[in-house]
């Protein structure tokens, strides 16, 4: 394990500015939005412009499509805590009708 850091190489401008996780990341993503900043529902980081806002999936709809269809759509949308940050696009529910009618 390497050595401890005490913080102060971490930018001041970008410390005053913190607010809490969300703000915090929403700058991290606005200053380093080439790199993968931003967690999906499964954990992992990766870009913003790769995520969509989830709409209110229920969690019972996407762990039966990884259970079932072995789709894991947690790996697109946005973490849930991070209510503040904001995705080009939306999904709901209803965006996997087509994903569903192949299947079916």
Excluded at 43 to 57: E, P, Q, S, V
Excluded at 66 to 94: G, P, Q, R, V, W
């Amino acid at each position: 394990m390497g050595e401890k850091k005490d913080g102060t190489k971490f930018p001041i401008d970008l410390w005053n500015e913190i607010n809490g996780i969300d703000v915090f990341l929403n700058n991290i993503h606005t200053r380093y939005k080439n790199y993968s900043v931003i967690p999906y529902q499964n954990g992992t980081f990766c870009k913003l412009n790769r995520l969509y806002k989830d709409n209110h999936i229920p969690d019972l709809f996407k762990n039966s499509l990884k259970a079932c269809f072995n789709l894991d759509i947690k790996n697109e949308l946005i973490h849930n805590s991070l209510t503040s940050i904001e995705a080009n696009y939306t999904k709901n529910i209803y965006d996997y009708t087509d994903t569903l009618k192949k299947i079916f």
